[in-house]
């Protein structure tokens, strides 16, 4: 893990938060507007979630929860993964908004461990959603 100071974290924290504002608010443009909107309001919501943990809590403990969570919901959405996660996911998402929102949220964890430097991310690195 890289060490990063507390306000550095937070600020990257809401750099993403807005760009997740920003894709709820072009949602309407894309072909999948719910799943969009939902993947993206998932996002938005961790990266809030985050910086409370961050200004709470630390960043240690941030990372700890982060990496818990990730590593649950990484666990969680395998089974729909298994085959071709892009294709897959897409189309159960289209049809179910709350695997769309595990997705968005996945994605939200997978970049605030990145902003660190964790190596668990490295494995799912290229395979996104879009």
């Known amino acids: 893990m890289i060490y990063l100071g507390r306000e550095d974290l937070i600020s990257s924290l809401k750099r993403f938060k807005s ?64 085959d071709n996660r892009r294709d897959t996911i897409k189309k159960l998402s289209a049809s179910d908004l709350s695997i769309a929102g595990e997705v968005g949220r996945e994605q939200a964890l997978e970049n605030f461990l990145s902003i660190l430097g964790s190596e668990e991310v490295g494995d799912a690195a290229g395979q996104g959603v879009s």
């Not at 961050?54 to 969680?76: N, P, Q």
């Open 19 to 82: 760009y997740a504002k920003q894709e709820l608010l072009a949602a309407d443009l894309t072909s999948h507007p719910e799943t969009t909107r939902a993947m993206a309001q998932a996002r938005k919501d961790e990266y809030e979630r985050l910086i409370q943990v961050v200004m709470d809590k630390g960043v240690s403990s941030a990372y700890d929860e982060a990496s818990t969570a990730y590593k649950e919901l990484k666990a969680r959405l395998s089974i729909y993964k298994a």
